[in-house]
């Protein structure tokens, strides 16, 4: 920066010569000659985010190696491939896995069926209030917890709950609405919609509302212009939003713990078991990854079959 | 309360805690020529809802107030705060409770580990009964407090033949989805192995009784949970019979609900919960936690806490709360403790994890 000389007087506007000291600092303490790398930099904290997780992820494959000696309740010295071996020859962990991945199959299914329209309804209405009423629901239960949600539920679809009270107005009921596998894949649902309306909304907002009408044009009726347009296109977002939904419906916790009456465990309730309740981290740690494991290879398969949708953003189309 | 605690009692006891020490040989650094520096707080854990109202009326309350230290009360699950426990002692970190209430069994894990500081000096230990001492271990790296029953509870309106009399009156078919237990099973295993036709004697080496009634009573599509959830589905009339500690029917009780509660001809089974300190406290905190645990020892502060729990404790001459007088949840006699089922600790820690791991197999199918 120069002052004119024949305008000593001049000085240049507060915010300019902020920005000035502030690149004079980021020259001292990242010279441009570093600027190749600041892309890395930017990504540091994301990365030391993951190494820790790999970290964990490490110290728990190593504990889970060890079994738990009931005398001292500590992990024994020698390495041993004996918790596996218990969860292979288990029945129960079969089951557990065999309904965390039917729950998380069933919760996909039915997000996306509800999600989809929802989020068509909400990029294609001409009506300002109609987008922001459907925000509104779309956001309002992110300020719950997950917790708190099932709670509602379990209020809702108890047996004295509000349902049970309108099938008591039509002389039927009440019925066990809780407590059973629908009724946790119901929760997860609820839980899912507003991430795959999310994950769709973008990819439904970049098709050009002309090629539907070009479609109609052309004398497709709006099923079949839905069918063989709007769906084909949107696939990037549908599969994102799978993606996502099944990850965390497949490593749900709470509601399996809540809406499931203590029968419908998924993995994560088996690894909270087992580090919590018998104390036994070494088969906790076994189950853990097991579930990390069963992920990454779902994950694999649909990216395999579909790609990766918006998720792979960089790919080429 | 009959007597008046002060300050001077107090210290009296902790006063007798440091000549115990003297006693038993403890290296110079534990020994304390006068009262050790005051913490501005210890940190106990506990359960919540009724169990913490009556610790912090009967212990806590008059604790602080006698000694100025207030007391904190962490509700972290006694499941998850053993992990965070054993941890900080494997880390040589300070841990994050000074007392930890605690069940029998879990503390006798802990135990095990090593990770308890020995109570064993405690002055108010030579007037408790025997129940007091875990079984199973050396000294007294835990102190029970108490002992509690899990009884069989119902809706009286849901049995109006009069009171069940057996734990098969749970495999009537009116009752099918309206009966709870404990999601690992706890509390009824041995009654179970009774009711389905084995021996206690059996127990561990032969359940096969046991797991028998398990799967019939699976078949009533039985709800399984924790002790909140006990309360909640009473309340919200979704069972009608669940096996639960008599605190939690008697709280149900107390918020209003119709319920009462009965031990069925094939027993129930008896248990203890304690309190123990974490190793790894600075010398004058482990001073005060441990007459934390000394003064809970007392008679006036069992009295008090226990009347909230409506359990008996393990100082002689309580008087039972109003209505718990000849109630088979409140055992004072031998004759009461004849139709309780009592387990070794050992033998429960030892077994509890293939048990849990059983019962899951059972009800997950």
Redesign the interface.
Known sequence: MTTDPDNSDFRYPLRWRLMDGAERLLEIVWPRRFGRFTGWLLLLPALLLVGILVLGLWQMAESSLHV?D?????PSEEYTLSNYGTIWQ???YF??IWRSVQGAVWTVVFTLLLAFPFAYVLVRTPRAWVRKLLLIALFLPFFIGQVVRAYGI?IVL????AVNDVFGLIGVGPY?L??NFPAVVFGLVQYMLPFAVLMLAPALTSIPQETETAASSLGANWLRSMRHVVLPMAKPGIVGASLVVMTLSLTDFAMPAMLG???Q?FIANAIY?Q???????GLGSALALLLVALGSVLVAVIIGLFGAGTLGMGEKK | MSKKLTRRTMLQAGMATSGAALLSGLPASRLFAQEPEKPKEIIVRAWGGEWVEALKKGVSDPFTAMTGIAVRHDLTEDNEIQPKLWAAVAQKRMPPIHVNWDTTTNATKSALRGVTEDLSDLSNLKNTTELAKPVGLDGYPIVNTYGYVYVLAYRPEAFPDGAPTSWKDLLNPKLKGRIALYNDGIGFHFPAQVAGGGKLSDIPDNMEACWDFVRQIKAQEPLLGEDPDFTNWFQNGEIDAACTISTNALAAKKNGIDLAWTVPVEGCKFDTDGLWVPKGLPENELYWAKQYVNFALTKEAQQVWLDGLGLPGVVPGLTPPAGLEADPSYPTTPEDFEHLIRISAKVQVQNESDWFARFKEIMQG
């Open positions: 738990l009931r005398n001292t309740f500590l288990s029945a129960t089951k557990v379990l108890g047996t004295s709950g066990r809780l407590f009456g203590g029968s465990d078991d580090f919590f309740r018998t104390a036994d981290q």
